[in-house]
């Protein structure tokens, strides 16, 4: 734990106990040079504490990576609440109300959304204590409501601009796309290029998900364990992170990765694998961003929802084209080129 905190390079991490529920609450703060850290709560059990703080870590550091490719004036921060297994609605809501409280005292140093785990009802009960430092509450409580549309419109363009400079047109009617994860985003996203006339692939381990998702006509299944080895155009990752590593990126048969899922890199250096394996990456805190930038732009700056989409999908279709740009001028990753261009903006140069 203490080598973790050691080689992170951001300003703050809150810690708090939770007596009641057993659960406990850290808020990592990367970066408020360009303003106030955002980022959304994340709420599941984890194996140790340790597993934890590497995820709140690595998500708050992204965070402020891709807030400044957005160009937005936010800092990067995140929220990690481990839970208990056994945690009951009560309690659970509870807790939710005393983590709001903590919210409401940094007084705006950390504002925050849903994440993996939470929902904008979720945001609404956070509210009730966090006001007015909470993002993403349902529309009826006044919030912009579920990030996931937009996160999917934005990862949509995304894989345009991949097919772009991969086929010379973003078109996407034919292209064989696999989305791994079809939940909050993977699902809307699947509906998106179906009706873009794209061939699905898709892939999830939830029963009831893979049922609904298998009657969308012209969507086939693909067992969780076949994934990394199936042929595809272009792997779309949209469940958790750290997928793309030493023992998958091998494995896999696609020209270009293109996906929602945060920190898909298990190491930074795992992007450079596929650079050498010709694999385009997408990197995840540019293609991701619509979520984000439109709950923001819809509660802080007027946007109505059709700004909102405009504003992502012409921010992500930028800059996937100059990090594409920037790794072939400078023979880097595109991991390493999206790195450039934030690490300058939060440099303030």
């Given at each position: 734990?203490?080598?973790?905190?050691?080689?992170?390079?951001?300003?703050?991490?809150?810690?708090?106990?939770?007596?009641?529920?057993?659960?406990?609450?850290?808020?990592?703060?990367?970066?408020?040079?360009?303003?106030?850290?955002?980022?959304?709560?994340?709420?599941?059990?984890?194996?140790?504490?340790?597993?934890?703080?590497?995820?709140?870590?690595?998500?708050?550091?992204?965070?402020s990576y891709k807030f400044a490719c957005a160009d937005?004036?936010?800092?990067?921060?995140?929220?990690?609440?481990?839970?208990?297994?056994?945690?009951?609605?009560?309690?659970?809501?509870?807790?939710?109300?005393?983590?709001?409280?903590?919210?409401?005292?940094?007084?705006?140093?950390?504002?925050?959304?849903?994440?993996?785990?939470?929902?904008?009802?979720?945001?609404?009960?956070?509210?009730?204590?966090?006001?007015?430092?909470?993002?993403?509450?349902?529309?009826?409580?006044?919030?912009?409501?579920?990030?996931?549309?937009?996160?999917?419109i934005g990862v949509l363009h995304g894989i345009g601009?991949?097919?772009?400079?991969?086929?010379?047109?973003?078109?996407?009617?034919?292209?064989?796309?696999?989305?791994?994860?079809?939940?909050?985003?993977?699902?809307?996203?699947?509906?998106?290029?179906?009706?873009?006339?794209?061939?699905?692939?898709?892939?999830?381990?939830?029963?009831?998900?893979?049922?609904?998702?298998?009657?969308?006509?012209?969507?086939?299944?693909?067992?969780?364990?076949?994934?990394?080895?199936?042929?595809?155009?272009?792997?779309?990752?949209?469940?958790?992170?750290?997928?793309?590593?030493?023992?998958?990126?091998?494995?896999?048969?696609?020209?270009?990765?293109?996906?929602?899922?945060?920190?898909?890199?298990?190491?930074?250096?795992?992007?450079?694998?596929?650079?050498?394996?010709?694999?385009?990456?997408?990197?995840?805190?540019?293609?991701?961003?619509?979520?984000?930038?439109?709950?923001?732009?819809?509660?802080?700056?007027?946007?109505?929802?059709?700004?909102?989409?405009?504003?992502?999908?012409?921010?992500?279709?930028?800059?996937?084209?100059?990090?594409?740009?920037?790794?072939?001028?400078?023979?880097?990753?595109?991991?390493?080129?999206?790195?450039?261009?934030?690490?300058?903006?939060?440099?303030?140069?």
């Open positions: 734990m203490e080598a973790l905190l050691k080689a992170w390079d951001g300003e703050r991490i809150i810690i708090e106990f939770d007596w009641p529920t057993g659960a406990w609450i850290i808020i990592a703060i990367h970066s408020t040079r360009r303003g106030p850290a955002g980022g959304g709560t994340r709420m599941k059990p984890y194996s140790t504490m340790e597993a934890a703080m590497a995820d709140a870590l690595e998500l708050a550091r992204s965070m937005m004036s936010r800092g990067g921060g995140k929220a990690v609440i481990a839970v208990p297994p056994d945690l009951t609605p009560q309690a659970r809501a509870d807790l939710l109300r005393r983590y709001g409280a903590l919210i409401h005292q940094l007084g705006g140093m950390f504002q925050t959304g849903p994440d993996v785990g939470t929902s904008s009802a979720d945001m609404d009960i956070i509210a009730e204590s966090g006001a007015p430092y909470v993002f993403g509450r349902t529309v009826q409580a006044g919030g912009a409501g579920d990030s996931g549309p937009a996160t999917a601009v991949v097919c772009q400079q991969l086929f010379g047109t973003s078109a996407l009617a034919g292209r064989r796309i696999l989305v791994q994860g079809a939940g909050s985003v993977g699902g809307r996203l699947i509906r998106l290029l179906r009706e873009a006339n794209a061939s699905v692939l898709f892939s999830d381990v939830d029963e009831a998900t893979i049922r609904q998702i298998r009657e969308i006509p012209g969507v086939s299944f693909v067992p969780p364990e076949e994934v990394y080895d199936m042929p595809c155009d272009i792997f779309a990752p949209c469940a958790l992170g750290g997928i793309l590593n030493q023992e998958t990126i091998p494995r896999l048969k696609c020209r270009a990765v293109a996906g929602s899922a945060n920190n898909q890199l298990a190491r930074p250096e795992d992007a450079e694998l596929l650079r050498k394996r010709g694999i385009l990456y997408a990197p995840d805190f540019v293609i991701n961003v619509g979520g984000a930038m439109a709950i923001v732009g819809m509660e802080t700056m007027g946007w109505s929802e059709a700004e909102a989409n405009t504003h992502v999908t012409q921010n992500i279709e930028h800059m996937l084209r100059q990090t594409f740009d920037l790794a072939a001028a400078r023979n880097i990753s595109t991991a390493d080129a999206a790195r450039s261009v934030a690490e300058t903006r939060l440099s303030g140069h």
